[in-house]
């Protein structure tokens, strides 16, 4: 039997991270708070954000957090092509036949690049959580293991430090480094799915905030459409929320540019106010 309340954050940069918070924001406003979910699930961009919503803090404050210089996180900047990024994917995956063989590649691609140390990274994590304490509600913050390529789910019960969950579902292949914990390596859970929807399985109401939209960077089992069809078809009430036209623009062509935050925030607040979640698909 189908129960509760799962809100399922995707992925995105820390544009994604500032729209997908504006965009809470503006929905909580507007009288459609889905912010108390039974259960948060995140995936890169979506696990800072589910860590940030079990932290306590309102919505307003941690509208603050991505809009007010003194407040945002010390984020490191990255520069990011996306075109030259995917080239490079590309020759990374020359003649791979499987999705699974695709994640290993993809693994020993992060693995061998060239990054900030990992300490450095974790420590910029590090300022984006209100407090490094698992909220007691159910969370789940998806990474996957660089040397297997299988998905590692972690929650509270993992014994393993949210910060380091968090850093380890954020860990971007080729961008930043991938996450020891345990003595193994974690690359970012977007590398399975942006989304990670099919673990809200069970749930009756399933928002999903998708600020990478439909398509996805790596080839996943299932697109993310297909996913909702088969939930819906279970049973589930599925909404997905997806950036619109001022906030693709406000994202812009560098998800990982810490300039974007202010802009990507104001336009999700925008967007959130706007939307009836009712009508979206």
């Known amino acids: 039997m189908l129960e509760g309340q799962a809100l399922v954050l995707g992925g995105g940069g820390v544009a994604g991270i500032a729209w997908t918070t504006g965009l809470l924001a503006g929905l909580a406003e507007g009288g459609q708070d889905v912010t108390g979910a039974d259960l948060l699930i995140g995936t890169s961009a979506g696990a800072a954000v589910a860590a940030q919503l079990g932290s306590g803090l309102s919505l307003d404050e941690l509208f603050a957090r991505q809009t007010e210089p003194s407040l945002q996180a010390k984020e490191i900047p990255a520069e990011l092509d996306l075109e030259d990024f995917a080239a490079a994917f590309g020759t990374a995956l020359e003649g791979v036949t499987s999705v699974d063989e695709m994640r290993r590649r993809v693994g020993a691609f992060a693995l061998a690049a060239d990054t900030v140390p990992e300490a450095d990274r974790r420590a910029a994590v590090a300022t984006r959580l209100p407090s490094p304490e698992w909220p007691e509600r159910r969370m789940i913050l998806v990474a996957v293991d660089a040397r297997t390529g299988e998905p590692r789910l972690f929650d509270k019960t993992s014994g393993v430090a949210l910060i380091d969950a968090v850093a380890a579902s954020c860990a971007v292949p080729g961008i930043w480094p991938p996450v020891t914990i345990g003595g193994e390596r974690y690359v970012d859970g977007g590398v399975r799915s942006p989304h990670n929807l099919d673990y809200a399985a069970g ?16 080839p996943a089992d299932k697109p993310l459409d297909v996913l909702a069809d088969e939930l819906r078809a279970g049973g589930a009430k599925v909404t997905l929320v997806v950036p619109d036209e001022a906030s693709v623009a406000a994202i812009g062509p560098n998800p990982l540019d810490p300039g974007t935050r202010l802009p990507a925030a104001e336009a999700g607040r925008a967007q959130g106010r706007g939307l009836t979640l009712g009508d979206a698909p």
């Open 203 to 218: 749930a009756a109401e399933i928002v999903v905030i998708a600020p990478m939209g439909v398509d996805a960077p790596f």
